[in-house]
């Protein structure tokens, strides 16, 4: 059994299913519940130490004698109780409905699809690559939005092959989306250290020392099952994956390796309180004594948070969107502190047609946090510009790992960051030359776009036509991020005069 045959076969009904409108990533989730309880069945079967892990009377071995109308009962049955479970059961289970409203359709899938297959015979690289793929595939259905959870691979790995993670790193991400670079972090430690491995540092990686924080439910979900598929987590054991907002409180734990990429958007759904007192408007309050500025922009709260997780000499790298680098007031703040109080040492600045979301320009930030002292951390950041005369497509010219190896050698992991060399896409600038930038700008760009002196370097119609689709998308976000912060504004300034006359009145 491999992970191709396994996606190809298991992809197919995804057709089936869309004619009843399910979406992808829906299937996705039903495949999610059903290899769960196919799985857990096959361990309460096994010879050797079987294991129990969901109760008789809501296991696979009900959704089999089922036919017809009580199937389908029996099936919301079981997602109903498992809900109620703890732990990863409970976070795999969490609000799960039944997507699937042919009981005939329902049973194929069961039946035919997934209880012919012995998952738990197969290698956990053959049950890991096919998930993935179903994810990878789930993604690229523009309808669903299910793209906006998902990092492409290649820069996730050319990410992670930077960092170097340890089997000694404490390693989370707080906005985990389906969990593709604690997976990848995971993979680059059995790789790089599999046979060195102490069975503690084993047993440390597989249950708690990698871990991750999503909002949403479903893709929670998602996340959790992709980490117990590559081994990381126990079926019945705590959950790695904490369903909440990240940003809704102060680490409880300090980390040693952040991986991220945030979601994108300015807007955020609670009210941010930081040091300097202020407050901006949002549905509900919540104070940060640990952010350094208040701010609406779900972007520079998650650098702060990501910059508050990480222990002393702890790292980052977070993919994080342009207005990160140049927008005033909060942002300036930021910036400021991050250089002064962390050593920002590099940039990373990614072309469009990567991501699945349109009209996204984004960058990568790596840093370290430092011990508190007066003198600035941040000697230089080195700038490396992938954009500039660089386009991709998602597929007619994707990115593809191989397209990053200059930036990773550039990069020296592991190495003397003294030992870095200067090239024409890499450059160091000092702390002092950034700090003097208007608001410490850090949008920095040097190379000259070959299509605006060359007529012949120009690209092809339907790739300018695309860029501009997105420069309008990405210009729309923006106008809607405005026309929200004045219309909240307004309301601040009417309810502030309502409390006035009110209190005149009185």
Same mark, same amino acid.
């Given at each position: 059994?491999?992970?191709?045959?396994?996606?190809?076969k298991l992809?197919?009904?995804c057709?089936?299913?869309?004619?009843?409108?399910?979406?992808? =990533?829906?299937?996705?989730?039903?495949?999610?519940?059903?290899?769960?309880?196919?799985m857990a069945?096959?361990?309460?079967?096994?010879?050797?130490?079987?294991?129990?892990i969901?109760?008789?009377?809501?296991s696979?071995?009900?959704?089999?004698?089922a036919e017809?109308?009580?199937?389908?009962?029996?099936y919301?049955?079981?997602?109903?109780?498992?809900a109620?479970e703890?732990?990863?059961?409970g976070?795999?289970?969490?609000k %799960?409905q039944?997507?699937?409203q042919?009981?005939?359709?329902?049973?194929?899938?069961?039946?035919?699809?997934?209880?012919?297959e012995?998952?738990?015979?197969?290698?956990v690289?053959?049950?890991?690559?096919?998930?993935?793929?179903l994810?990878?595939?789930?993604?690229?259905?523009?309808?669903?939005?299910?793209?906006?959870?998902?990092?492409?691979?290649?820069l996730?790995?050319?990410?992670?092959?930077?960092?170097?993670?340890s089997?000694?790193?404490?390693?989370?991400?707080?906005?985990?989306g389906?969990?593709?670079?604690l997976l %990848?972090?995971?993979?680059?430690i059995?790789?790089?250290?599999?046979?060195?491995?102490?069975?503690?540092q @084993?047993? @440390?990686?597989?249950?708690?020392?990698?871990?991750?924080?999503?909002l949403?439910?479903?893709? %929670?979900?998602?996340?959790?099952?992709?980490?117990?598929?590559?081994?990381?987590?126990?079926?019945?054991g705590?959950?790695l994956i904490?369903?909440?907002d990240?940003?809704?409180?102060e680490?409880?734990?300090?980390?040693?390796?952040?991986?991220?990429?945030?979601?994108?958007?300015?807007?955020?759904?609670?009210?941010?309180?930081?040091?300097?007192?202020?407050?901006s408007?949002?549905?509900?309050?919540?104070?940060?004594?640990?952010?350094?500025?208040?701010?609406?922009?779900?972007?520079?709260n998650?650098?702060?948070? =990501?910059?508050?997780l990480?222990?002393i000499?702890?790292?980052?790298?977070?993919?994080?969107?342009?207005?990160?680098?140049?927008?005033?007031g909060a942002?300036?703040t930021?910036?400021?502190?991050?250089?002064?109080?962390?050593?920002?040492?590099t940039?990373?600045?990614?072309?469009?047609g990567?991501?699945?979301?349109?009209g996204?320009k984004?960058?990568v930030?790596?840093f370290?946090?430092?011990?508190?002292?007066?003198?600035?951390?941040?000697r230089?950041l080195?700038?490396?510009d992938?954009?500039t005369?660089?386009?991709f497509?998602?597929?007619?010219?994707?990115?593809?790992?191989e397209h990053?190896?200059?930036?990773?050698?550039?990069?020296?992991?592991?190495?003397?960051?003294?030992?870095?060399?200067?090239?024409?896409?890499?450059?160091?600038f000092?702390?002092?030359e950034? =700090?003097?930038?208007?608001?410490?700008?850090?949008?920095i760009?040097w190379?000259?776009?070959a299509?605006?002196?060359d007529a012949?370097a120009?690209l092809p119609?339907e790739?300018i036509?695309?860029?501009?689709?997105?420069?309008?998308?990405?210009?729309?976000?923006?106008?809607?991020?405005i026309?929200e912060?004045?219309t909240?504004?307004?309301?601040?300034?009417?309810?502030?005069?309502?409390?006035?006359?009110?209190?005149?009145?009185?």
């Amino acid at each position: 059994m491999d992970s191709r045959r396994l996606v190809h076969k298991l992809w197919n009904y995804c057709d089936v299913l869309r004619d009843d409108g399910v979406s992808t =990533i829906d299937y996705v989730e039903q495949l999610t519940y059903l290899l769960f309880l196919k799985m857990a069945d096959e361990r309460a079967n096994r010879k050797l130490k079987p294991e129990q892990i969901v109760p008789d009377e809501l296991s696979w071995q009900t959704l089999l004698d089922a036919e017809g109308d009580a199937l389908e009962v029996q099936y919301r049955h079981i997602l109903i109780g498992l809900a109620r479970e703890d732990g990863t059961l409970g976070t795999i289970f969490r609000k %799960a409905q039944n997507k699937i409203q042919d009981p005939a359709k329902l049973k194929r899938l069961i039946v035919d699809l997934i209880d012919k297959e012995q998952w738990s015979s197969a290698g956990v690289d053959v049950k890991g690559d096919a998930y993935e793929e179903l994810l990878a595939k789930g993604a690229e259905d523009a309808k669903s939005g299910a793209g906006q959870y998902f990092t492409p691979r290649a820069l996730t790995a050319a990410m992670v092959d930077c960092m170097l993670p340890s089997p000694d790193d404490t390693i989370t991400d707080p906005a985990c989306g389906t969990g593709g670079f604690l997976l %990848a972090a995971f993979e680059h430690i059995q790789r790089h250290h599999g046979n060195a491995l102490t069975p503690d540092q @084993r047993r @440390r990686l597989a249950s708690g020392a990698i871990f991750g924080t999503e909002l949403v439910d479903g893709t %929670a979900r998602l996340a959790a099952m992709n980490m117990l598929l590559h081994g990381i987590g126990s079926p019945n054991g705590p959950s790695l994956i904490d369903v909440r907002d990240a940003l809704g409180r102060e680490p409880d734990r300090r980390v040693s390796l952040v991986l991220a990429n945030p979601p994108f958007g300015r807007s955020s759904s609670i009210r941010m309180v930081g040091e300097d007192g202020r407050s901006s408007r949002e549905e509900r309050e919540i104070e940060r004594a640990d952010f350094w500025a208040t701010t609406a922009n779900k972007q520079l709260n998650f650098v702060q948070h =990501i910059a508050s997780l990480l222990e002393i000499d702890g790292r980052a790298a977070v993919v994080l969107p342009d207005n990160v680098l140049f927008e005033g007031g909060a942002g300036e703040t930021i910036r400021r502190r991050l250089l002064k109080q962390y050593d920002l040492h590099t940039m990373l600045r990614l072309p469009t047609g990567i991501f699945y979301a349109g009209g996204v320009k984004a960058n990568v930030l790596f840093f370290e946090r430092k011990r508190a002292r007066e003198e600035p951390w941040t000697r230089n950041l080195w700038v490396y510009d992938f954009r500039t005369n660089q386009h991709f497509t998602l597929k007619q010219n994707p990115l593809r790992r191989e397209h990053l190896q200059d930036f990773v050698d550039c990069y020296l992991p592991g190495k003397d960051r003294a030992e870095r060399v200067e090239t024409e896409r890499f450059r160091p600038f000092s702390y002092d030359e950034l =700090i003097v930038r208007d608001k410490v700008n850090l949008d920095i760009t040097w190379l000259k776009d070959a299509s605006l002196e060359d007529a012949d370097a120009l690209l092809p119609p339907e790739v300018i036509a695309q860029e501009i689709v997105e420069d309008l998308q990405a210009a729309l976000r923006e106008f809607a991020a405005i026309a929200e912060a004045l219309t909240a504004r307004a309301t601040d300034l009417h309810e502030g005069s309502a409390r006035s006359e009110a209190g005149e009145v009185a």
